[in-house]
């Protein structure tokens, strides 16, 4: 709750509320998946794995053999037959590596390639980039493997899985950072980001490009010093950079611009990335530059999360994120940031720009123990992110290797969220904060078990009403601030001494949901005067009833909905001075 002490306001509520298939022919040898067994001559040290360089008629593929010179043979095809093209690769660098980027390809179409390496054949197919006109796009997103292949293999199998049920999701994995513990150390990318040991990593990175990010510990050796002049990242994913490993690229409906937040001043204490001036000078050039509808940014440390630690070391949310590139990403029009180096999966949004860390692809989990600004939702778990695009759409599915969905939500260019964090705190009362329906302005959202919640509102008055499942109801204005330190800090609700909906007498409202006529049953104990009005989620009073003197007993009414469109709307009922609100949903 620290944070919250900067809260401006707000409500109070103390008493009565209301493909192809991959794979790897060497024979004599076991082939099955999680099984390989590439130890002898015939071997690649790393397996055949795609990058995107930025250009959607060209594929990059790069693999490394074991301590061996030799000649290698790529060919690729329409299917399996490899007939469009083929020619021999030598060795590159000091480390045996070998490369070769297919050219002339069709935008947005599936080719299948095969590279042989002496008694080794290695076949596997990929998607190129979609067409510059393109409006819809499937993604993944994931980051923070570090060192923990086998977390990073389910992650892969779940990933494998999605494309081979809907294969429009083979096109792109971006990174968040953080691949390897120590990525100054040859042996730890060897042994864990490209071991064999994990069969669906090297799976999907034959048939997904990839894109990543430089973390923190790209930079560091085995002994825990920083080298900031370390080649092996650069070595692993030589991609197109403009300065340092920061650099952007077009993919169809989305520009996607990936920095660095590591220059050579970067220092282990305070451990916190930078955005150097250079850096910033180049975003706003590369935002001013790009007229795509989707404006992406991809780097390692986030603005907004629920911040952490690691070995003794604080991971504050970065006040370069917040104070430099927040300002660039609202002029610009930039509708999502992803990130890592926090252990969990954490949605935060600012002034409508979303910032995701996703930091689940293996490294060990942080405890999530405290709240932040702007978070509307956080889980301590393993996970990657699937993105759908579709025209003026963006939907983000957040989920677990098993498939369970963790986060879900939606980015609509034509309704970009304003401020919208809310907190909602109940210290008294039935029920628990998560039952809370929350109304404003014709959205509904509940807290989650924190308290958190999102309402995209822009500043100013706002009619909203919180209603608390089977008990009550209250209704008020809220005031949305501009220019605060956070959205979230905008909205309190402290909810204390909750009253039954039982205590007033109402007994039920039923069929709910409603078709066409809802009873209200009501057992009252008092003679009393009654008043019942339907309200839709803008708060208007679309029909009421006054019955004057009701009488003891237990009584009925009728309430109709058939000239009402399907949604949701409240039922507000008023006993004497007394009254409460119950949701009503009508379908078909
Ligand atoms: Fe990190």
Redesign the pocket.
Known sequence: MKKLTLITAIIIMTSFLFGQSFQIDIPGKEISPGNYKLSSKSDFLKQPYLIFEGINTQMRVIWQLNDTTAVCEISWGADSTYNLGNTSTTEYGVDHQHGHTINGLTPGTKYYYKVVYDDAVFEASFKTAPSDNASDLKFFVYG?TRSDFENHNLNSQAMVDDYTADPDFQTLSLFT??HVFFGADEDDWTDNFFTNSAPFVRKRMAEVPFVSCL???ELYDSDYNLDYNTELFGKYFPFPYVERRYWSFDYGPMHVTVLDQYPDYYQLLPLEGFLDLEQLEWIEQDLNNTDKPWKVIVM??PGWSCEGSSSGYSHPNNPDVQNLLQPLCEQFGVQIVFA??NHYYARACKNGIYHITTAGGGAPLYDIEEEFPNVINTLKVHHYCKIEIEGDTMLVTSVKPDGEVIDLFYLDQNNRPEHLLGFLDKEDGPGDICDVNITADGQITSPDSVGYYGLELVPGYHEASLMLDAYCTIESTVQIFDDTETALDTMLMICTNIQKFDDLGVLKISPNPVTSQAVLSLNLSTSIPIEICIYNTSGICLKSWQFKNQQLGEKTYKLDFKDLPEGVYFCRLQIGNEMVTKKIIKVK
């Open positions: 923070d950072g953080d973390g923190n510990h390692h440390e890592a180096h």
